[in-house]
């Protein structure tokens, strides 16, 4: 949500040029706006689900700031309570239930399936801006794109051979392809195309999946060390090709713009996949409940449909497109 909320920042910026414009956040995932250009403020909150009082008065010394107007890009009831609380001349938000009294410009939803981050201007246009853009920025600074270049110079990676990154997890289990379709695909590329294949995890249960991975492969990947998301945003810029499911690192990839390749099971590519089909393309199987929005299922027929075969023909496809040279 927060990087794909960076096209907004940067129109909202670019229709007020001389305001202020603070962005609201936790500390872990507010690392991607760090060195935004469009942002004058950070305002870290540091969420405890048992700290009712603590967050109660956080969001009361909102007010101090004084702000003219506060946008609710998410509509949670914790960001309800933070615009309410701003006690801001102007608060936007959506039409939700009870939540909607937060806000004195409330807006109903955009009910046609797009992107996401063109979604979200439909808050912009409540204040009578209409512009659409859609393209996510992330600022990689210097000491992360450094980090980068010891990461590949430790691991012995070749820059003249094809890098491809791998981000095989998600919190929900029907966003995952199958642990052998990745295993397999991975001794492909390294047979076939000379590639380095870096693999990516999160947290410990992501990274026992991986690992059940890697034990699946003949030719062994470079496994991520745990790092920042800036660091592992460099990681990503500095390789050729994205092989991802749809989940938070997908979008790291699209903001750095190198080629992704997403596979898409109980969610829909029209709302998370931008609309480049040529460089990212959005893979997914020819069953009838593809995009079903469950969280789990029995079957996985989606995910089981998409073979190994399925994808190189989406990275050939991206070769004819002139996004890759294999």
């Not at 801006?129 to 990676?157: G, P, S, T, V, W």
């Not at 695909?185 to 076939?192: C, H, Q, R, T």
């Not at 496994?223 to 990503?236: D, N, Q, R, S, W």
């Amino acid at each position: 949500d927060i990087i794909l909320s960076t096209p907004l920042i940067k129109i909202l910026k670019e229709s007020f040029p001389n305001s202020h414009i603070a962005f609201l956040v936790e500390r872990a995932p507010g690392e991607v706006l760090e060195d935004n250009p469009y942002l004058d403020e950070i305002i870290y909150y540091d969420k405890r689900k048992e700290d009712i009082i603590g967050s109660y008065k956080f969001f009361r010394s909102l007010k101090k700031k004084k702000f003219d107007l506060v946008i609710d890009l998410v509509g949670t009831p914790g960001t309800a309570w933070a615009t309410f609380f701003s006690k801001a001349k102007y608060r936007v938000g959506y039409n939700v239930r009870i939540r909607k009294y937060a806000y004195n410009l409330i807006t109903s939803d955009d009910r046609v399936e797009r992107y996401s981050a063109l979604k979200k201007l439909v808050l912009l246009k409540r204040i009578g801006i209409y512009k659409e853009e859609h393209k996510l920025y992330l600022k990689i600074n210097e000491k992360h794109k450094k980090f980068a270049e010891d990461f590949f110079r430790i691991n012995r990676m070749d820059n003249k051979r094809l890098k491809v990154f791998f981000a095989p997890n998600s919190r929900i289990p029907t966003k995952r392809w199958t642990k052998e379709g990745f295993a397999e695909l991975g001794d492909l590329l390294v047979e076939k195309y000379g590639a380095h294949i870096i693999m990516q995890w999160g947290n410990p249960e992501e990274l026992e999946y991986t690992r059940e991975i890697v034990k699946l492969m003949r030719h062994k990947p470079v496994l991520m060390p745990k790092v920042m998301l800036k660091e592992m945003a460099a990681v990503i810029e500095k390789c050729d090709l994205m092989i991802t499911c749809d989940f938070g690192p997908k979008h790291i990839g699209t903001a750095v713009g190198i080629p992704t390749i997403t596979i898409f099971g109980s969610s829909k590519d029209i709302v998370w996949n931008p609309p480049e089909n040529d460089k990212f393309i959005a893979l997914k199987g020819n069953v009838p409940c593809i995009g079903c929005g469950l969280d789990k299922c029995e079957d996985m027929s989606c995910m089981k449909s998409i073979k190994v075969a399925d994808v190189e023909r989406a990275i050939l496809k991206i070769r004819e497109n002139g996004y890759l040279s294999i």
